[in-house]
């Protein structure tokens, strides 16, 4: 089993230091100002140049102004029959982030496809192969434990979480599976 700890925040509660530092590669989910409903694209990468090459309203689409929420993972445990491993921030290497976020990416995806509520911008369903080369020929369970806001809601509206969420996915002869019923309150949440 592997457990991802993940927080996400809007925009202006990120700071600049903490993308620097700390977030370099993670996920994102931008709200535009059309945007109530749904979100207007979710994506993963290098923070910084992501939401700077999506500065360029005019050939995105994109309707100033833009809000939105940053997914950081600060912890990654792994158990096993045999070890039980956690890392935190500092200690997550660049190639760890990347395929944790490109599987955020795609679970973010999958949930809001789920919903009816996928982004209005977003051609693709993100990177499945990510979690089929984890996954594949290994029955596994991943658990995303989602602390801070809820990025299914826009940012105008949106609270912080009462408590943390968890989304529990089982892949099983390469099918993905949501398990328990937890994930279901970020999509019935009332504040």
Request: aromatic residues 10%; proline residues 3%.
């Amino acid at each position: 089993m592997e457990v991802l700890k993940v927080d996400c925040k809007p925009f202006d509660e990120i700071s600049l230091y903490e993308i620097i530092n700390y977030s370099k590669t993670g996920v994102y989910i931008i709200w535009d100002s059309r945007s109530k409903k749904r979100p207007t694209y979710i994506g993963e990468g290098d923070l910084m140049s992501r939401l700077c090459s999506h500065r360029n309203i005019k050939n995105e689409g994109f309707a100033k102004p833009i809000d939105g929420y940053v997914i950081n993972i600060y912890q990654i445990s792994k158990k096993t029959s045999t070890t039980n491993v956690t890392k935190y921030n500092d200690e997550i290497t660049e190639k760890e982030l990347k395929q944790n976020s490109e599987l955020i990416e795609f679970i973010m995806l999958y949930l809001a496809n789920q919903n009816y509520l996928a982004p209005i911008k977003n051609i693709s369903s993100g990177k499945s192969k990510t979690l089929e080369k984890k996954f594949i020929n290994n029955n596994r369970t991943l658990s995303i434990c989602l602390n801070g806001y809820n990025p299914f809601i826009s940012v105008n509206n949106s609270k912080k979480l009462k408590k943390e969420i968890i989304i529990k996915i089982q892949v099983k002869k390469g099918e993905l599976f949501l398990v328990g019923n937890d994930y279901k309150k970020l999509f019935k949440i009332k504040y």
